[in-house]
């Protein structure tokens, strides 16, 4: 008996779009893990016992697999210092920098939705910016993106700030696009490395590096202590489990899938998605606004959304270069 031929080929798209329904649901449960620990606790102790069992499991992970590669004919090249230091300096922005402003965002009362969605248009900043950082060609098309998605940003923050249910003062909506900017400048970075990407290793690297920054930002300030409460563990068991380990493994496994311009448009979703989980778990408020405001951004990115190695229609300039093709640096909320 024989099987239809178009059976195996729906089910392998069914479930490959399962594998990108989930990894937007768990990128997404970052900023809702980020609220769950953050209530009646400090965020330098959230963060301090995030990263800390996070980077010992890396650091075992990678030192098994060093001494693995080590017995092989082919080892690959040894870290240099240059290059332990970029690492070094990509962790304190992609994730110490950006991590502190969006729990600390969250922790003052912005919504989950509109602190994602503001992370959302870093892309989209990315894009503006490559042509006078990176000498890219930069389309009318992606000016046009970025146009929107901040004026979809500001509908939404305003709809946020604005609503009686919110309780956070107005500076504090300054305080995630200090985290925004923190991934640009380490996209930027990341994106100058002639170096192939090695993503446990570089992942062990940054969270070490937030871990020991996290660590002394506690110690400085009192707030390095066991917390008593079991929905603060949970809310860390959450926030290793979902986001970094089911997020950002989604996230490079569906690279080697479907490719890095499928991805990006994948991470989209998140902010829509995260709006829904703050409104159905916090009661956040959801207003006219509010979706007016999304849908804005979700056309901005759309509008943007080029091939990374298609060279904009009548400039005549050649594909980009390898380094500038690379996955943009991404959040692990």
Not at 36 to 45: E, P, S
Not at 90 to 104: D, E, H, K, N
Request: charged share 10%.
């Amino acid at each position: 008996m024989t099987i239809p031929i178009g059976v195996p080929r729906w089910r392998g798209r069914a479930a490959l779009a399962a594998l990108c329904a989930v990894f937007v649901v768990c990128w997404s449960s970052g900023f809702v893990g980020a609220k769950l620990g953050a209530q009646g606790v400090d965020v330098r102790t959230v963060l301090m016992w995030r990263l800390l069992p996070l980077a010992a499991g890396l650091l075992l992970l990678t030192g098994i697999r060093h001494r693995a590669t080590r017995r092989r004919a082919d080892p690959p090249a040894r870290l240099t210092r240059s290059q332990l230091l970029r690492q070094v300096g990509i962790g304190a922005l992609s994730q110490s920098g950006y991590l502190l402003t969006v729990y600390w965002a969250i922790g003052l009362g912005v919504s989950t939705g509109t602190t994602a969605l503001i992370d959302g248009v870093q892309p989209l900043v990315v894009a503006a910016l490559a042509g006078p950082l990176l000498g890219a060609a930069v389309s009318g098309r992606q000016w046009l993106g970025l146009g929107l998605g901040l004026g979809g940003v500001l509908l939404v923050t305003w709809a946020d700030a604005t609503s009686p249910r919110t309780d956070a003062p107005a500076w504090a909506y300054a305080v995630p696009p200090i985290g925004m900017l923190c991934l640009v400048a380490a996209t930027f970075l990341e994106r100058r490395d002639p170096s192939a990407p090695r993503p446990l290793r570089n992942l062990t690297i940054h969270c070490t590096t937030s871990a020991v920054v996290f660590t002394a930002l506690a110690l400085a300030g009192g707030a390095a202590r066991v917390p008593a409460e079991p929905r603060f563990w949970v809310a860390t068991a959450w926030l290793i489990v979902l986001p970094t380990f089911g997020g950002y493994g989604l996230y490079w496994l569906l690279l080697e899938r479907v490719g890095v311009t499928t991805v990006n448009s994948l991470m989209f979703l998140v902010p829509p998605v995260t709006t829904a989980w703050g409104a159905a778990l916090f009661g956040e408020p959801v207003t006219a606004l509010t979706v007016a405001g999304l849908a804005l951004a979700l056309t901005a990115t759309w509008l943007a959304a080029v091939r990374p190695d298609r060279p904009a229609r009548g400039t005549g300039t050649a594909p980009a270069p390898a380094t500038s093709r690379r996955p943009a640096v991404r959040s692990r909320v």
